[in-house]
């Protein structure tokens, strides 16, 4: 059984940043991706970023050269700079672990002055 625990969520003002941790806990070799997907109000679930088990990033559009994804183990990292009020969401990570993909609880991020 694999688990994945995310952190790092809240409150914060346009402009500033946020870091999120991912961590992936049971019995398993290695990962094939771990994810961060989020959900904004309203709206269906998007792909912000991805890291493969070999350090490959992948970015939504939205989020190139402000957020940054990265990796120590099974931990994956989201550091989020130049926050804006449309990254609201709930941010939701996930280890894909062919052939499962195994899904965090999901932690609010909240972007307002």
């Known amino acids: 059984q694999v688990t994945v625990v995310e952190s790092g969520g809240g409150l914060v003002q346009p402009g500033e940043f946020l870091r999120l941790s991912c961590a992936a806990r049971?019995?398993?070799?290695?990962?094939?991706?771990m994810n961060w997907y989020r959900r904004a109000p309203g709206e269906q679930r998007e792909l912000v970023a991805s890291i493969t088990n070999g350090g490959n990033t992948n970015y939504a559009d939205s989020v190139k050269g402000r957020f940054t994804i990265s990796r120590y183990k099974s931990t994956v990292y989201l550091q989020m700079n130049s926050l804006k009020p449309e990254d609201t969401g709930v941010y939701y990570c996930s280890a894909r672990i062919i052939p499962v993909e195994y899904w965090g609880q999901g932690t609010q991020v909240t972007v307002s002055s």
């Open positions: 049971g019995r398993f070799v290695s990962f094939n991706s």
